[in-house]
């Protein structure tokens, strides 16, 4: 049985809102400082909450995967679990390092990879230049290197931009050696925050050859990722977990997804037209029913919607009546079986009602 690497139980983290002037207080001449003053002063502060009580274990050579939207909390979770953040609430440990006493020292085994964590590189400096200063900053806190700069380029497939200013790269390839910081040097946790976030459908698929085959299996790390769409992850990671205002609501496996696909249906439909009208129009035909944009297509006036029925008799015919009654052109109509992403959706839809 594999070893717990993350243990975490109940942890919580709120956020202060900064204090809000009035505009008849900001624009007045002279008591604006005594309302300044008076904010400072203000013991009673609105708090908002980004994690709330959240749980989760993982476990040695595993790929954890956390999925949720924009503003779920998975940011504020990794600052966390990487020492970058104390919980205002809950107890856990890194490899048996205390959250809040050992800080400083998971830091050391816990390698971040943030969102748009390419901002940190020198743009005036070459793609060499960058990781060579990388390498001295791991040298400097203990870590040793595991691969050369040219192999790490290799990999990445960027080993012909190696003199080049990063400033000149795309952000894609900007995104790319991001990655390179965790190749260089070994640790045995990595938390990977939107690591897919501005890459093509190529990029994607070599960066999930990395983390599983280079990451995962030749290092042997336990590797969490977040993202905000499943189909990113759905055939990378071992378990997901779903994430939504600021909870862990639930974990996403195959026979879950078979439970779900005995009580629903999926209706997918291409049609043409703007988003907003085409959702609208779809959300009176189906009534309570989960409609969502599933994919857009060029020049974004074909969309892909996707509804969540309950599994029943279902009348195409009638559908097809309906779409002409509301002029809805579309290209195609079928009817499917749920896949993950539609499980997700409806965990999120459903938390949001």
């Not at 005594?34 to 009580?53: G, M």
């Not at 969102?115 to 990781?131: A, G, I, P």
């Not at 189906?286 to 857009?296: C, P």
């Amino acid at each position: 049985m594999r070893r717990k690497v993350i243990e975490v139980y109940n942890i919580s983290k709120k956020f202060r809102k900064n204090p809000r002037l009035e505009p008849s207080v900001i624009l007045g001449r002279g008591h604006w400082i005594v309302a300044i003053i008076d904010a400072i002063r203000e013991k009673s502060y609105e708090y908002i909450t980004v994690l709330d009580k959240v749980s989760l274990t993982a476990y040695e050579n595993e790929i954890l995967g956390i999925v949720g939207p924009n503003g779920a909390g998975k940011t504020t979770l990794f600052k966390i679990l990487s020492g970058i953040l104390f919980p205002d609430e809950g107890y856990g440990n890194i490899l048996g390092l205390d959250l809040i006493k050992d800080f400083q020292k998971i830091k050391r085994v816990v390698n971040i990879i943030g969102t748009c964590e390419w901002l940190t590189f020198y743009e005036d400096l070459s793609v060499r230049e960058n990781l060579e200063f990388i390498q001295k900053i791991y040298a400097f806190s203990g870590i040793k290197p595991v691969r050369s700069i040219d192999r790490v380029l290799e990999i990445l497939n960027l080993k012909e931009r190696i003199d080049e200013k990063v400033r000149k790269l795309s952000s894609g390839m900007r995104q790319k050696l991001a990655i390179a910081k965790c190749l260089i040097a070994y640790t045995p946790i990595i938390l990977l925050d939107e690591p897919f976030r501005g890459l093509d459908i190529l990029a994607v698929r070599e960066l999930k050859e990395i983390i599983k085959n280079i990451l995962s299996k030749e290092n042997n790390t336990t590797i969490l990722i977040s993202s905000h769409r499943l189909s990113y992850i759905e055939d990378l990671c071992e378990r997901i977990l779903i994430m939504n205002k600021g909870k862990i609501i639930s974990s996403i496996n195959v026979e879950k997804l078979k439970e779900f696909s005995k009580k629903f249906m999926i209706v997918e439909l291409e049609v043409y037209g703007i988003y907003s009208e085409i959702l609208n129009k779809l959300k009176k035909i189906f009534g309570h029913s989960i409609v969502y944009a599933f994919s857009f297509k060029h020049p974004y006036t074909r969309i892909v919607f996707r509804v969540i029925l309950a599994r029943r008799e279902y009348s195409i015919s009638d559908l097809l009546d309906k779409l002409s009654k509301y002029n809805i052109r579309y290209l195609y109509i079928e009817v499917k079986d749920p896949i993950l992403e539609d499980y997700f959706t409806y965990l999120i839809k459903n938390g949001d009602r």
